[in-house]
């Protein structure tokens, strides 16, 4: 089992940053891909961006593209999501999510979500 806490969210203006943390239990949370997805109030979730095993690959939607950067540090089990040059349109819940393939894109099946952190982002 793996659980995933995320931090980091909060209320910025537009053009601001925020950093997002993805804390992850268990030993084998470095083999694993690790990535971001968000909701919007009456929107279907979405994927943001994804990082494989070792950073061998990373995945960002286009919307993200340029502005996030998503990062790991296995040693403390810990995946960073960056979120530069912010906008109202990035207002959402974001989730980090697990996948046991080392090499997903994480366009299928999710092994694992956490609860999720709020970013609202003012104009």
């Known amino acids: 089992q793996v659980q995933l806490v995320e931090s980091g969210g909060g209320l910025v203006q537009a053009g601001g940053s925020l950093r997002l943390s993805c804390a992850a239990s268990g030993h084998t949370f470095s083999y694993y891909t690790i990535g971001w997805f968000r909701q919007a109030p009456g929107k279907e979730r979405e994927f943001v961006a994804a990082?494989?095993?070792?950073?061998?690959?990373?995945y960002y939607a286009d919307s993200v593209k340029g502005r996030f950067t998503i990062t790991r540090d296995d040693a403390r089990n810990t995946v960073y999501l960056q979120m530069n040059s912010l906008k109202p349109e990035d207002t959402a819940v974001y989730y980090c999510?697990?996948?046991?393939?080392?090499?997903?894109?994480?366009?299928?099946?999710?092994?694992?979500w956490g609860q999720g952190t709020q970013v609202t982002v003012s104009s």
């Open positions: 990082i494989n095993w070792r950073a061998v690959g990373t």
């Open positions: 999510a697990a996948d046991t393939n080392p090499r997903a894109t994480m366009t299928g099946h999710i092994d694992y």
